[in-house]
C-alpha cells in the first residue's frame, strides 16, 4: 500500500528530491520495498548486498532509486517539495481506514525492532529526528497501543 511505502520511505537512509536510499539486513525487507516502490510508482529500482563484516556474515540490502526525475515524483506525490527545513509525517497520508496501521508497518520495517527483555516483549522504533519521533508518537498512540517514554 501507499501508506506502507511512505512509512518505509519517511524513515529510511535517504529520502530527498535527489536521493532516496533504503537499507536493510532483511532480504524480504528488502525485496518488499522493491515491490511497493514499483507497483506504486512504477519506477526503476537497484537494489545491491553487501557483507557487512560482522560476525556470521550477514548481508547489507541497499535499495535506490537511481532516476532523479523519479525521486523527485515520489518525494512530491508524499506532499515535499525540497524546501522543508525538517521531514514531518504528512497526515493525509494516514487518515483514510487502515492506512495508519499500513504505515506504521512500513515504520516498522525502516526503524523498528521488537526486544525481549525477559519475556517482556516491547517494540521500539529508532527515529534521528525530534520532529518526525513525536508525529511518529502521535500515530502510535492514536493506534491505541501502549506507549512508554
Keep these: ?10 524513515f529510511c ?4 528530491p535527489k536521493e532516496l536510499v533504503f537499507t536493510t539486513e532483511s532480504y524480504s525487507v528488502a525485496s518488499r520495498a522493491c515491490e511497493l516502490l514499483s507497483t506504486n ?3 526503476i529500482v537497484e537494489q545491491m548486498s553487501v557483507l557487512t563484516g560482522r560476525h556470521g556474515g550477514g548481508k547489507l540490502f541497499t535499495i535506490t532509486v537511481p532516476l532523479q526525475s523519479d525521486c523527485e ?8 517539495t525540497g524546501k522543508e527545513v525538517n521531514h ?21 520495517l525502516s526503524c523498528g525492532s521488537i526486544n525481549n527483555p525477559e519475556k517482556d516483549y516491547h517494540l521500539e522504533y529508532t527515529v ?12 502510535v498512540e492514536d493506534s491505541g497501543l501502549p506507549v512508554k517514554g
Design 1 to 10: 500500500s501507499i501508506a506502507e511505502c511512505y512509512g518505509m520511505l519517511i
Design 13 to 16: 537512509r535517504k529520502f530527498t
Design 41 to 43: 510508482f512504477g519506477v
Design 73 to 80: 515524483k515520489i518525494y512530491t506525490y508524499f506532499g515535499y
Design 88 to 108: 514531518r509525517i504528512n497526515r493525509a497520508i494516514t487518515a483514510e481506514e487502515n492506512c495508519a496501521s499500513a504505515f506504521l508497518r512500513g515504520a516498522f
Design 128 to 139: 534521528p529526528y525530534k520532529h518526525l519521533c513525536s508525529d511518529l508518537l502521535k500515530i
